[in-house]
T-cell receptor, first 115, second 116 residues
């Protein structure tokens, strides 16, 4: 099976712009989670989607949003970009139907640089 | 609320020596625990997990971890370190008894440096 894919791999934006990142999960996986990774804050949970519904949300401002499509592909959007949004954005997929013991599989990430 | 701590930012070990990367957790119920490894400019790769059963869990690349409920720990171990094990290691926890059990909380990561 193909792994989790994320596009684009690298992005450079300027403050105030918005950006959309895409994630395609492993075939058959219905849960997609998004994380922000920075050197100072580590891995921080953004949100999780299952069957096109947001099931969990982390402590990020409303500028960060996401959605999931019927084929389980997910996008996240960041509006009004700030310098502090520069990070590696990781997507992880899992089956989504277990009681929490299932493994998440990560994509390679999208590295966003905000200038 | 669930949390996980990795007390060491970096661990240095000589090639061929045993290695330990520490992790402690806090959850209200019984935890689900995970270890991941991240190589430079890559996503996280799954190493192993503890759900239930034997406290000693064996995973990929010769790694193992021991679940210790009384000490709320889940330390990652390997009997003989390789230079190629040098990477960033993350411990993670899920609390299956919580309402948002799908949420995974990660530690801050431990950089493992294996010295030739």
């Amino acid at each position: 099976k193909a792994g989790v894919t994320q596009t684009p791999r690298y992005l450079i934006k300027t403050r105030g712009q918005q950006v959309t990142l895409s994630c395609s999960p492993i075939s058959g996986h219905r849960s997609v989670s998004w994380y922000q990774q920075t050197p100072g804050q580590g891995l921080q949970f953004l949100f999780e989607y299952f069957s096109e519904t947001q099931r969990n949300k982390g402590n990020f401002p409303g500028r960060f949003s996401g959605r999931q499509f019927s084929n389980s592909r997910s996008e996240m959007n960041v509006s009004t970009l700030e310098l502090g949004d520069s990070a590696l954005y990781l997507c992880a997929s899992s089956l989504g139907q277990g009681a929490g013991g299932e493994t998440q599989y990560f994509g390679p990430g999208t590295r966003l640089l905000v200038l | 609320a669930q949390s996980v701590a990795q007390p060491e930012d970096q661990v240095n070990v000589a090639e061929g020596n045993p290695l330990t990367v520490k992790c402690t957790y806090s959850v209200s119920g019984n935890p689900y625990l995970f270890w991941y490894v991240q190589y430079p400019n890559r996503g996280l790769q799954f190493l192993l997990k503890y759900i239930t059963g034997d406290n000693l869990v064996k995973g990929s690349y010769g790694f193992e971890a021991e679940f210790n409920k009384s000490q709320t720990s889940f330390h990652l171990k390997k009997p003989s370190a390789l230079v190629s094990d040098s990477a960033l290691y993350f411990c993670a926890v899920r609390d299956p008894s919580s309402r948002g059990y799908q949420k995974v909380t990660f530690g801050t990561g431990t950089k493992l440096q294996v010295i030739p």
